[in-house]
């Protein structure tokens, strides 16, 4: 118990000597334990679940997670395409029907969250999860909650600007990088692309998705004119006005989605 708490650097020479990090802590409730079978069930804070480890030969082992999928349940996509606004000349006439989201000029990027790591794809579907190594901490904040995000890689400079993010080149995060979370296509078992806009927003809204690097910025249903005034205000290109009632619809440019510009 004297290290149930601890995590640092153990001195070279002594007993575990080097790193020590606590990857979780919890409860675990042990079903069975033999010599080649042992069946628990962990109750953690980023790992949950019934699993099975067995010894398959030698030392060699295996793990396997045997939890009963819940009545819906769906596996985790491997490919969500972003979906696309079009160019609006102006707000809608019917104002109130829509919400308003600021318009970011950066890296359009799908997240895919699942056991405390990430996935990274673009929005050509290229994996770029390796030029954004920042970024690994959002999953490892989130589990053991999984998935799939859509959002936008952005550098803020000190005055407040936004620009792209470039991929990282090595350990050295770039200042002032943030992902922009604004939609919730996949959570937990659940797909959320045939949910409502509004009501994707308020899924997102109560993961509390807030970092160091990460962020879910605020959105504006029904104040389009607030929204394109906070945007001239911060210096964005302008605003992307969303359906309350519209379904995400994967790798498609619907009139349902919206851009105007701030001018």
Known sequence: MEY???AGEIPAGEYGGGRMLIHDRGTYRCEKWRDDEVIVTLSGERTAGRYVLFATGGRDWMVRRTDPAPPGWTPMPDLVRPMHSTPAAG????????????????VRAMAYVSGGRLRLLSETDEEITGGYPWLRAMAEALAPTEAVLDGVLVRIDGAGRVRPVRPA?????PAGAQYLIVDLLWLEGVSSVDVPYAQRRELLDGLVLSGTHWQTPPWFPGAGDEALRAGREQGLPGVVAKRLDSV??????????????AV
């Open 4 to 6: 149930l708490d601890f």
């Open 91 to 106: 707000l809608p006439r019917d104002r109130a029907a829509w919400g308003y989201e600021l318009r970011w000029d950066g």
């Open 169 to 173: 080149t090595g350990s050295r995060v």
């Open 248 to 261: 995400y619809q994967p790798g498609r440019r619907s009139r349902h989605w919206q851009s105007i510009d």
